[in-house]
């Protein structure tokens, strides 16, 4: 069995970083995290966590305090909806851990990167902000050795690459690997939660699609999609009239919200792009996890919930003992398949809340009426198998 006594470094404060450092640390096992920024604050608006994402937080040992900040679903219910706003469907998301997990958070960013944070505080973590790892070398028989960019140096004895799309540990192992891009864009807006919202809302329009999700109790976040052939740019200044414009036939419960659009400060824009690297997701005691290896498109909403798995699987791994370089190969072939079935099926449903035909929406949304909630099912009695 090997021991981990120089512990584990890890790129990327995001998400998979945090999360990874403290299920490692919950397992005995020194981590030091590596963050380039020196202000430590997600930019982006809200998530929405399912119950197999929430499992793994349960793991960390943050469920409540995620659910204290956050907005819980009474019932997981998903109302769909016409781009008039005419009700299509309700389909019912599942709980899990014998109703102990709840179907669906919804939570500001800010407040998830928060109850990670103050989880690695606690656990006295150590954290290097403001850095980047200048120099990698993993030499058999010696620790890894890392140089920062402000001229220290670390010794591990893995080192793990959770540094997002654009990974530059990916960089480093495999040469330049671009995320492919979409042809999708998201927007994404925060607002004060009206009383009578206390849902997941889906509107389906022709070539669009708009979510409404509650983010706390007094918050909620609207996120839409639209086809972005040849990934234009739009100026950031202007995000809110492309997005009022893009969304300008919506009714229902979202137009009283696009109406409070009026300022470039509402709006985030992002393309959407995908990480597909195949195996090995590792070289040597270098591996990857999270949008590093296998970035999804937020179709399902499961691009979070990926990253936490991750981290709980490979803290366990790693805290397992084992040679490093076949615990990293083996993480990636425990991880490869699930990992690749959501992109795949997050990909299939943007497809489908994207089309552009009118005869072709309608026949969606009698779908959603008629396999909807099968659709649903079987998708989370995948998510609910051991990860």
Request: glycine share 12%; charged share 20%; with cysteine.
């Amino acid at each position: 069995m090997t021991s981990l006594r120089n512990g584990v470094a890890i790129v990327g404060g995001g998400i998979a970083g945090t999360a990874l450092a403290i299920a490692l640390a919950r397992r005995g096992v020194k981590a030091t995290l590596i963050e380039r920024e020196t202000s430590w604050t997600p930019t982006s608006s809200g998530i929405f966590i399912y119950a197999n994402g929430l499992m793994a937080l349960d793991c960390l040992g943050v469920l409540d305090g995620i659910r204290s900040a956050g907005w819980v679903s009474p019932d997981g219910a998903n109302l769909y909806l016409s781009a008039n706003g005419e009700p299509i469907t309700t389909t019912i998301y599942p709980g899990m851990g014998g109703g102990r997990v709840p179907p669906i958070v919804g939570i500001r960013r800010v407040e998830l990167h928060r109850v990670l944070t103050s989880a690695i505080a606690e656990l006295d973590i150590d954290v290097r902000l403001g850095v980047t790892a200048t120099s990698i070398v993993d030499r058999p028989g010696s620790p890894v050795e890392i140089v920062l960019s402000d001229g220290n140096s670390l010794s591990c004895d893995v080192l793990i690459g959770a540094d997002g799309v654009r990974s530059q540990i990916r960089t480093r192992l495999f040469g330049a690997i671009e995320p492919t891009y979409t042809g999708f864009g998201v927007w994404r807006s925060t607002h004060a939660k009206p009383r009578d919202i206390d849902v997941k809302i889906m509107i389906m329009g022709v070539g669009i699609r708009l979510g409404i999700m509650p983010i706390s109790n007094d918050q909620l976040y609207m996120f839409g999609t639209t086809r972005e052939p040849r990934k234009p740019h739009y100026p950031r200044e202007i995000w809110h009239t492309h997005m009022g414009a893009k969304f300008a036939d919506i009714q229902g419960p979202a137009r009283r919200l696009l109406n409070e659009i009026t300022s470039p400060e509402h709006v985030v824009y992002t393309a959407v792009e995908e990480v597909h690297l195949p195996l090995p997701w590792s070289k040597g005691r270098v591996g990857l996890i999270g949008d590093a290896a296998h970035s999804s498109t937020p179709f399902m909403g499961q691009g979070g919930a990926m990253a936490l798995e991750d981290s709980v699987v490979l803290a366990e791994m790693l805290a397992g003992g084992g040679e490093v370089n076949d615990t990293l190969v083996a993480f990636g072939e425990r991880r490869f398949a699930r990992c690749k079935f959501v992109q795949d099926v997050s990909r299939a449903v943007g497809e489908a809340g994207a089309l552009e035909d009118v005869a072709a929406t309608v026949a969606r949304d009698a779908r959603l009426r008629s396999q909807g909630q099968a659709d649903v099912d079987a998708f989370y009695e995948r998510m609910a198998e051991p990860i």
